[in-house]
Protein backbone atom coordinates (compact mmCIF):
# COMPACT_ATOMS: atom_id res chain seq x y z
CA UNK A 1 0.00 0.00 0.00
CA UNK A 2 1.21 3.55 -1.21
CA UNK A 3 1.82 5.82 2.15
CA UNK A 4 2.81 9.31 1.58
CA UNK A 5 3.81 11.16 5.04
CA UNK A 6 3.93 15.20 5.13
CA UNK A 7 5.79 17.09 7.94
CA UNK A 8 7.71 20.27 8.61
CA UNK A 9 4.94 22.62 8.07
CA UNK A 10 4.58 25.34 10.60
CA UNK A 11 4.55 28.67 11.53
CA UNK A 12 6.65 30.87 10.38
CA UNK A 13 7.64 34.90 9.35
CA UNK A 14 7.73 36.49 6.27
CA UNK A 15 10.49 36.26 4.43
CA UNK A 16 11.42 33.03 6.47
CA UNK A 17 12.61 29.54 5.07
CA UNK A 18 10.75 26.07 6.20
CA UNK A 19 11.84 22.51 5.10
CA UNK A 20 9.35 20.10 4.16
CA UNK A 21 10.08 16.36 4.43
CA UNK A 22 7.44 13.77 3.20
CA UNK A 23 8.34 9.72 3.77
CA UNK A 24 7.40 7.37 1.06
CA UNK A 25 6.35 3.88 1.63
CA UNK A 26 4.71 0.59 -0.29
CA UNK A 27 6.47 1.25 -3.79
CA UNK A 28 9.96 1.51 -5.12
CA UNK A 29 10.78 5.37 -4.65
CA UNK A 30 13.61 5.65 -6.83
CA UNK A 31 10.96 4.31 -10.23
CA UNK A 32 8.57 7.44 -9.74
CA UNK A 33 8.16 11.15 -9.88
CA UNK A 34 7.04 12.79 -7.31
CA UNK A 35 5.19 16.54 -6.86
CA UNK A 36 4.08 19.02 -4.51
CA UNK A 37 0.88 20.42 -4.59
CA UNK A 38 -0.24 23.27 -2.39
CA UNK A 39 -3.94 24.37 -1.41
CA UNK A 40 -4.68 27.94 0.22
CA UNK A 41 -6.95 28.34 2.79
CA UNK A 42 -10.81 28.08 1.02
CA UNK A 43 -9.14 28.12 -1.84
CA UNK A 44 -8.37 25.03 -4.79
CA UNK A 45 -5.66 22.96 -6.09
CA UNK A 46 -2.15 24.44 -7.07
CA UNK A 47 0.28 22.51 -8.51
CA UNK A 48 4.13 23.18 -6.72
CA UNK A 49 6.75 21.70 -8.07
CA UNK A 50 7.50 18.07 -9.72
CA UNK A 51 11.28 16.07 -9.56
CA UNK A 52 11.51 13.04 -11.66
CA UNK A 53 12.28 9.47 -10.04
CA UNK A 54 16.48 10.03 -10.61
CA UNK A 55 16.09 13.31 -9.47
CA UNK A 56 17.86 14.79 -12.42
CA UNK A 57 14.69 16.80 -13.79
CA UNK A 58 13.15 19.12 -11.36
CA UNK A 59 9.83 22.02 -12.49
CA UNK A 60 8.33 24.58 -10.74
CA UNK A 61 5.18 26.80 -10.86
CA UNK A 62 6.97 30.01 -11.66
CA UNK A 63 5.03 31.71 -8.14
CA UNK A 64 7.48 29.20 -6.66
CA UNK A 65 10.81 29.44 -9.09
CA UNK A 66 13.57 30.88 -7.62
CA UNK A 67 12.45 30.80 -4.06
CA UNK A 68 11.63 26.78 -3.40
CA UNK A 69 13.61 23.93 -4.32
CA UNK A 70 12.54 20.12 -4.61
CA UNK A 71 14.79 17.23 -3.73
CA UNK A 72 15.20 13.59 -2.84
CA UNK A 73 16.64 11.32 -0.96
CA UNK A 74 16.67 7.60 -2.55
CA UNK A 75 18.73 5.96 -0.11
CA UNK A 76 16.08 7.18 2.43
CA UNK A 77 12.58 7.15 0.54
CA UNK A 78 12.51 10.95 1.40
CA UNK A 79 10.81 13.64 -0.25
CA UNK A 80 11.73 17.02 0.28
CA UNK A 81 10.46 21.11 -0.40
CA UNK A 82 12.92 23.65 0.76
CA UNK A 83 11.23 27.17 0.99
CA UNK A 84 12.83 30.18 1.45
CA UNK A 85 11.74 33.97 1.01
CA UNK A 86 8.38 32.87 1.93
CA UNK A 87 5.54 35.16 2.04
CA UNK A 88 1.93 35.37 2.83
CA UNK A 89 0.76 33.86 -0.04
CA UNK A 90 2.21 30.58 0.38
CA UNK A 91 0.38 29.69 3.08
CA UNK A 92 -1.51 26.70 2.45
CA UNK A 93 -1.40 22.93 3.15
CA UNK A 94 1.10 21.23 1.42
CA UNK A 95 0.34 17.67 -0.20
CA UNK A 96 3.19 15.78 -1.66
CA UNK A 97 1.40 13.14 -4.48
CA UNK A 98 3.17 10.81 -6.63
CA UNK A 99 1.92 8.67 -9.27
CA UNK A 100 2.20 6.93 -12.82
CA UNK A 101 4.05 8.99 -15.56
CA UNK A 102 2.93 9.87 -19.16
CA UNK A 103 4.71 12.04 -21.34
CA UNK A 104 6.93 12.88 -18.92
CA UNK A 105 4.09 14.28 -16.42
CA UNK A 106 3.22 12.89 -13.18
CA UNK A 107 -0.91 11.80 -13.07
CA UNK A 108 -1.46 12.32 -8.89
CA UNK A 109 -2.94 9.05 -8.28
CA UNK A 110 -1.48 9.22 -4.94
CA UNK A 111 -1.41 11.97 -1.82
CA UNK A 112 -0.37 12.70 1.59
CA UNK A 113 -2.50 14.10 4.48
CA UNK A 114 -0.61 17.35 3.63
CA UNK A 115 1.07 19.91 6.23
CA UNK A 116 -0.34 23.28 6.90
CA UNK A 117 2.81 25.90 6.11
CA UNK A 118 1.23 29.55 7.75
CA UNK A 119 3.54 32.55 6.70
CA UNK A 120 2.54 35.26 9.48
CA UNK A 121 4.09 37.65 11.60
CA UNK B 1 -0.37 28.21 -19.33
CA UNK B 2 -3.17 25.70 -20.15
CA UNK B 3 -6.31 27.31 -17.91
CA UNK B 4 -9.22 24.73 -16.91
CA UNK B 5 -12.34 25.64 -16.72
CA UNK B 6 -15.18 23.95 -14.57
CA UNK B 7 -18.60 24.30 -14.58
CA UNK B 8 -20.88 24.90 -12.17
CA UNK B 9 -19.13 26.25 -9.42
CA UNK B 10 -21.48 24.80 -7.49
CA UNK B 11 -24.37 22.45 -7.67
CA UNK B 12 -26.96 21.38 -5.34
CA UNK B 13 -28.59 17.62 -5.76
CA UNK B 14 -30.62 14.75 -3.84
CA UNK B 15 -29.68 11.54 -3.02
CA UNK B 16 -30.13 8.97 -5.84
CA UNK B 17 -29.73 11.97 -8.16
CA UNK B 18 -27.43 11.76 -11.43
CA UNK B 19 -24.85 14.52 -11.96
CA UNK B 20 -22.72 15.69 -14.51
CA UNK B 21 -19.41 18.15 -13.94
CA UNK B 22 -17.73 19.49 -17.21
CA UNK B 23 -14.31 20.80 -17.41
CA UNK B 24 -12.68 23.01 -20.43
CA UNK B 25 -9.20 22.84 -21.54
CA UNK B 26 -8.12 26.61 -23.41
CA UNK B 27 -6.40 24.14 -25.80
CA UNK B 28 -6.12 20.88 -26.54
CA UNK B 29 -5.06 18.51 -24.44
CA UNK B 30 -5.39 14.86 -25.99
CA UNK B 31 -7.25 12.65 -23.12
CA UNK B 32 -4.48 13.65 -20.77
CA UNK B 33 -6.72 14.47 -17.35
CA UNK B 34 -7.71 13.38 -13.88
CA UNK B 35 -10.71 13.95 -12.03
CA UNK B 36 -9.98 14.37 -7.69
CA UNK B 37 -12.46 14.06 -5.24
CA UNK B 38 -11.72 16.10 -2.19
CA UNK B 39 -13.87 16.08 1.55
CA UNK B 40 -13.39 18.80 3.90
CA UNK B 41 -10.36 18.33 5.99
CA UNK B 42 -9.20 15.62 3.70
CA UNK B 43 -6.40 15.52 1.05
CA UNK B 44 -7.85 15.04 -2.96
CA UNK B 45 -8.47 11.53 -3.97
CA UNK B 46 -7.74 10.11 -7.55
CA UNK B 47 -11.09 9.19 -9.17
CA UNK B 48 -9.88 9.12 -13.07
CA UNK B 49 -6.74 9.30 -15.30
CA UNK B 50 -6.93 9.67 -19.03
CA UNK B 51 -10.26 11.29 -19.11
CA UNK B 52 -12.35 8.20 -18.27
CA UNK B 53 -10.13 5.37 -16.48
CA UNK B 54 -11.00 4.64 -13.33
CA UNK B 55 -8.55 4.35 -10.56
CA UNK B 56 -8.17 1.11 -8.59
CA UNK B 57 -10.91 0.94 -6.11
CA UNK B 58 -13.18 3.72 -7.40
CA UNK B 59 -17.17 2.61 -8.06
CA UNK B 60 -18.04 2.62 -11.60
CA UNK B 61 -20.87 5.07 -10.58
CA UNK B 62 -18.04 7.68 -11.71
CA UNK B 63 -17.64 7.69 -14.72
CA UNK B 64 -15.24 10.55 -17.46
CA UNK B 65 -15.57 11.44 -20.93
CA UNK B 66 -13.98 13.07 -23.28
CA UNK B 67 -11.48 13.96 -25.36
CA UNK B 68 -9.42 17.58 -26.87
CA UNK B 69 -10.89 20.15 -24.71
CA UNK B 70 -14.23 19.45 -23.46
CA UNK B 71 -14.61 16.57 -20.47
CA UNK B 72 -16.70 15.44 -18.65
CA UNK B 73 -17.26 13.65 -14.90
CA UNK B 74 -20.63 12.06 -13.92
CA UNK B 75 -21.78 10.94 -10.94
CA UNK B 76 -24.77 8.29 -10.63
CA UNK B 77 -27.21 7.23 -7.98
CA UNK B 78 -25.44 10.00 -5.59
CA UNK B 79 -25.22 8.79 -2.06
CA UNK B 80 -24.18 11.00 0.74
CA UNK B 81 -20.58 10.30 0.97
CA UNK B 82 -20.10 11.57 -2.91
CA UNK B 83 -21.50 15.39 -1.62
CA UNK B 84 -17.67 16.97 -1.98
CA UNK B 85 -15.60 19.23 -4.04
CA UNK B 86 -14.28 17.52 -7.47
CA UNK B 87 -11.40 19.33 -9.49
CA UNK B 88 -10.35 18.64 -12.89
CA UNK B 89 -6.38 18.62 -13.82
CA UNK B 90 -4.52 18.56 -17.35
CA UNK B 91 -1.58 16.78 -17.22
CA UNK B 92 -0.82 17.74 -21.26
CA UNK B 93 1.81 19.88 -20.39
CA UNK B 94 3.86 21.86 -17.74
CA UNK B 95 2.75 23.35 -15.65
CA UNK B 96 -0.05 20.80 -14.63
CA UNK B 97 -2.74 23.12 -13.82
CA UNK B 98 -6.57 22.64 -12.29
CA UNK B 99 -9.97 23.61 -12.68
CA UNK B 100 -11.29 25.52 -9.84
CA UNK B 101 -13.25 23.15 -8.54
CA UNK B 102 -16.95 22.08 -8.03
CA UNK B 103 -18.91 22.18 -4.80
CA UNK B 104 -21.56 19.09 -4.66
CA UNK B 105 -24.22 19.74 -2.01
CA UNK B 106 -26.81 17.61 -0.71
CA UNK B 107 -30.24 19.71 -1.76
Known amino acids: EVQLVESGGGLVQPGGSLRLSCAAS????????MSWVRQAPGKGLEWVSTISGGGGSTYYADSVKGRFSISRDNSNNMLFLQMNSLRAEDTAVYYC??????????????WGQGTLVTVSS | DIQMTQSPSSLSAFVGDRVTITCRAS??????LAWFQQKPGKAPKSLIY???SLQSGVPSKFSGSGSGTDFTLTISSLQPEDFASYYC?????????FGQGTRLEIK
Open chain 2, 89 to 97: QQYHRYPPT
Open chain 2, 27 to 32: QGISNH
Open chain 2, 50 to 52: AAS
Open chain 1, 26 to 33: GFTFSNYA
Open chain 1, 97 to 110: ANGETEGGMLIHAY
